[in-house]
């Protein structure tokens, strides 16, 4: 099992930077998109949509509205902040919501339409995000790639930390498996990665830098709600992976749950600091 996780998160590496580094950015849209698609499909399933008609109806819907979001931000780019403001808020609420107890079960997928916005909310950004990232980015695909790999590395460690440390359930009601001393292995190696990417990659003096990191520390800690979020519609489905396309990790949102709260955290983070002055 361990094997063939390993396999395919290499093969999907290798893909995503390859992809990166040789197609344009309309390209990208589309191939980004694509995947968009494939998790749009798997949240319908997870939220009830049983019928293939009404899950296809989900899935254009969301990529109608995606696309009327992205014309929108071509069109005026000074909405990407608060578009990304609001992206970032709505991971807060959800935050807020595990931390009640009952958590999302309670108010934010009550009710089927609350559970289709929650998908558009999840995905949406998660399509658009790096797509920003790729074309704001003067070192181009730099930090597309650094935050995508700031999200694997953090779940390959807390994966590693959790197994070999762990002890104190995270969120026991909501994934019985995730522990503090893995969140916290994964914290770690991200801040090390954030270090490493910031004297090599971008060359940061030691007062930037420290912002850097601490923005790469609040990103994976996003990353981890994202994974929670993710586990306790699986859990409300009564499924154990979203699908059955990637071998060894499931579906495509058991592969992005934790990009789709990383990206617009990072997003903005990327834009409050590099953005127009």
Not at 174 to 179: A, H, L, M
Not at 235 to 259: N, Y
Request: a positive charge.
């Amino acid at each position: 099992m361990l094997r063939q996780r390993v396999l395919t998160a290499l093969v999907l590496a290798a893909s995503l930077v390859a992809a990166l580094f040789y197609l344009s950015t309309p390209w990208l849209a589309a191939l980004f998109g694509g995947a968009i698609a494939v998790g749009a499909w798997e949240w319908a399933a997870l939220i009830g949509l049983a019928r293939r008609g009404a899950r296809l109806a989900y899935v254009a819907g969301l990529i109608l509205v995606g696309g009327a979001v992205a014309a929108a931000a071509l069109k005026a780019p000074q909405l990407i902040a608060p578009l990304l403001g609001v992206a970032v808020l709505w991971w807060l609420w959800a935050l807020v919501e595990l931390a009640r107890g009952g958590g999302v079960h309670k108010t934010m997928f009550t009710t089927l339409p609350w559970k289709a916005v929650a998908g558009f909310m999840v995905l949406i950004p998660a399509w658009l995000t790096p797509l920003y990232l790729y074309t704001a980015d003067p070192r181009r695909p730099a930090a597309v790639l650094f935050v995508m790999f700031l999200v694997w590395t953090a779940d390959t460690a807390a994966y590693f930390a959790g197994h070999a440390f762990g002890k104190t359930k995270l969120a026991p009601d909501v994934s019985p498996g995730k522990t503090v001393e893995g969140l916290l292995g994964g914290l770690a190696a991200a801040v090390l990665f954030a270090y490493l990417c910031g004297v090599i990659v971008w060359n940061l003096d030691p007062a930037p830098l420290a912002l850097w990191i601490a923005l790469a520390a609040v990103v994976t800690l996003f990353a981890a709600l994202g994974d929670l979020v993710e586990s306790k519609l699986k859990r409300l489905a009564g499924v154990k992976d979203s699908g059955r396309l990637l071998p060894g990790h499931g579906g495509i949102l058991d592969r992005i749950d934790a990009f789709t709260a990383a990206a617009p955290v990072f997003a903005l983070g990327w834009l409050l600091w590099f953005g127009p002055r």
